[in-house]
DNA sequence: CGGTGGACCTGCTGGC
DNA sequence: TGCCAGCAGGTCCACC
């Protein structure tokens, strides 16, 4: 479910409300996901306060007091939500944390995708599973020259290319197809085949699209969609130009959006403005 | 090495 | 009404 801007969404609102909190309880209702939840190290949470909220691609970091991260990953399904302590449970509620006297913070996950672990903010940053990811999209590192160097020689689908983390880092499968779409390049062009003026248009509609759903709170796509901690929905998805629209009219030029899959994903794309 | 396809899970929808 | 195929916002791994 949640890409780079959904995970900024709920990390802002996380800032706000929570920050500062110290965590005196934690329950792992189910350890089974995609990483298996370590119980006793989340247990060992317990006393320690949460001094800030990061994001890297998509991933959610909660900086401690003791100089560790908790890394949360949401995977397809992930939600985070606050309560009042005490909430009867959700059936995907797998780990609960309790704030201060009266506040919850649950990790719900139907398909139990996504992940939670604990790591020193140096081997998060060296050596760690982050290691391997590209840069932020808003970062001064994503260059256009940057992006042609990382591309050189790639025959993949440069829709395939964008949604490689470790290339750039937070951007899944709706916003890649809409940051395609804003720079009028076809999904199924190899990498290598883009010419300079492409790349940049192309960097310069990633950051836009992004910046656009972040300040829209996200995108929430169906009822059962994206919600900030607070069971909000974001408003992006009366902005998205082409991700589940096929067939209706291209809002530039009135063509039929067409639907394909390209490496077992759906891509939408306009046929006569993408080239 | 690069590229493809499958696996991991649950839940919902649409067709028959 | 029931059943089944197909689909879903993400990664990771095995294989050619």
């Not at 780079?4 to 609102?13: D, M």
């Not at 089974?32 to 909220?53: I, K, N, W, Y």
């Not at 591309?151 to 709706?174: C, E, H, Q, S, T």
Request: hydrophobic content about 35%; overall charge positive; some cysteine.
């Amino acid at each position: 479910m949640p890409e780079l801007p959904e995970v900024e969404t709920i990390r802002r609102y996380l800032a706000t409300k929570v920050c500062g909190m110290v965590i005196t309880g934690v329950e792992v209702r189910d350890q089974r996901l995609r990483q298996p939840v370590d119980t006793s190290v989340l247990r060992g949470l317990v006393g320690r306060r949460m001094v800030a909220f990061g994001r890297r691609g998509k991933y959610l970091l909660v900086h401690l007091d003791d100089g560790r991260t908790m890394v949360v990953h949401l995977g397809m399904s992930g939600h985070v939500q606050l309560c009042p302590r005490g909430a009867p449970a959700g059936k995907h509620d797998h780990v609960v944390f309790t704030l201060g006297s009266d506040t919850e913070l649950r990790y719900n996950d139907p398909r139990r995708f996504g992940a939670i672990l604990v790591v020193d903010d140096k081997t998060w940053g060296d050596g760690g599973a982050c290691a391997c990811l590209g840069p932020e999209p808003f970062d001064d590192a994503l260059t256009v020259h940057y992006l042609q160097e990382r591309a050189a020689g790639r025959r993949v689908p440069v829709k395939v290319f964008l949604m490689d983390g470790r290339v750039v880092a937070g951007v899944g499968n709706i916003y890649a197809n809409e940051a395609l779409y804003k720079a009028g390049i076809n999904p199924q062009r190899p990498a290598c085949s883009l010419s300079e003026g492409e790349w940049r248009r192309l960097r310069r509609a990633i950051r836009g699209v992004l910046r656009a759903a972040i300040k829209q709170g996200g995108t929430t796509l169906l009822d059962e969609g994206f919600r900030n901690p607070a069971g909000e929905g974001g408003y992006f998805q009366v902005r998205l130009a082409v991700y589940g629209r096929e067939g209706s009219p291209c809002r530039r030029c009135g063509f039929p959006l067409v639907r394909t899959v390209v490496a077992r994903r759906s891509t939408y794309y306009c046929p006569r403005c993408q080239r």
